[in-house]
């Protein structure tokens, strides 16, 4: 399938198997997984759950570079092929109900969690009884999620900071949260093999570009440059098929994977994975189309109000 399961962070706080179980399904299923920096379970042990996948290891840019550069060593001698460089995180975003609840890693046992949990007793017994949830890069962080990310990640890394990693990383480079078609070129003459068009789930910057509309432009700029890949927005197989109708060669899924971890660990990941490839094939089949090559912006409409955005095909 064109589609792989996105970096997310804190994944064993939605399930004890967390990234694990992530990486086991996406073995599976024959796709890549993506480890964020923000991981619950080392790069070491993620490969070794899944040593037949692909495995590929997303990087946050710290204040700290050598500090980042260790953690690429170790991607490096991991086996991971693929380092996803994340450029739309200079500060934490404003997430307000991360803030009023005071989000930490691990969670923290106050009497409205205790209070929230009484309903779920299969997810508190679980939290009480497994390993505790902790940051696989960074255990000793006291403070708050949104404290952390201010803290650690550096605003002032630029594309000269982009050419040092390449001239270090020996594998593919792939910079993910490019939102402008100048970007997206500067990106491909530093020597990235991939972008990912991505606004962090409108998580970040709130009125950002929406990665579908900003795709059709910066396809008809790059052409093939390099691989242009998808991010945000993916909930279902037919947000997958437009996005390669209008020329990306590739997307990924965070959210939903989340929700198939929350509701069953492994199971429920290739649970979500299963629906999405039902979709794909459904949908595929009302368009009339026998394989992924013969989709063609002829199969995607946007809607008129969107028309400023890029050149629409076949018309508004």
């Not at 009480?128 to 605003?155: H, R």
């Not at 068009?197 to 440059?225: C, T």
């Not at 998808?230 to 209008?246: E, N, P, Q």
Request: glycine fraction near 10%; proline fraction near 5%; charged fraction near 25%.
């Amino acid at each position: 399938m064109p589609v792989g399961i996105a970096p997310t962070g804190f994944a064993r706080m939605m399930h004890t198997e967390g990234e694990i179980a992530g990486a086991r399904a996406a073995e599976k299923f024959g796709i890549p997984f993506s480890l964020s920096t923000l991981g619950t379970t080392t790069i070491e042990d993620v490969v070794a759950a899944s040593p037949g996948g692909t495995n590929w290891f997303q990087l946050y840019m710290w204040k700290d570079r050598d500090a980042s550069m260790e953690l690429v060593r170790r991607a490096q001698e991991s086996g991971v092929k693929n380092l996803m460089l994340t450029v739309d995180v200079p500060v934490a975003g404003a997430r307000l109900r991360d803030v009023r609840n005071g989000l930490t890693v691990p969670p923290r046992l106050t009497a409205k969690t205790l209070i929230d949990a009484i309903p779920r007793p299969e997810w508190w017994i679980n939290f009480l009884t497994t390993p505790a949830i902790s940051f696989a890069t960074m255990k000793n962080w006291k403070g708050t999620v949104a404290e952390l990310l201010d803290f650690m990640f550096d605003p002032t890394m630029t594309f000269e900071d982009l050419k040092w990693i390449r001239e270090q990383w020996k594998g593919e480079l792939t910079v993910k949260g490019i939102q402008t078609v100048e970007d997206a070129k500067k990106a491909a003459q530093c020597g990235a093999d991939a972008i990912i068009l991505s606004n962090h789930g409108g998580r970040q910057l709130d009125r950002a570009p929406v990665p579908l509309h900003l795709l059709i432009d910066v396809k008809k700029e790059l052409k093939d440059d390099l691989e242009i890949h998808l991010d945000t927005g993916i909930m279902h197989g037919a947000d997958i098929l437009a996005a390669i109708a209008l020329g990306a060669d590739f997307t990924y899924v965070g959210r939903a994977y989340l929700y198939g971890l929350m509701a069953g660990g492994q199971e429920g990941v290739e649970r979500a994975l299963t629906i999405l490839r039902t979709e794909m094939v459904r949908n595929m089949k009302l368009l009339g189309v026998n394989s992924l090559e013969e989709l063609e912006p002829k199969h995607v409409r946007l809607l008129p109000a969107h028309a400023g955005l890029g050149t629409l095909p076949g018309g508004n």
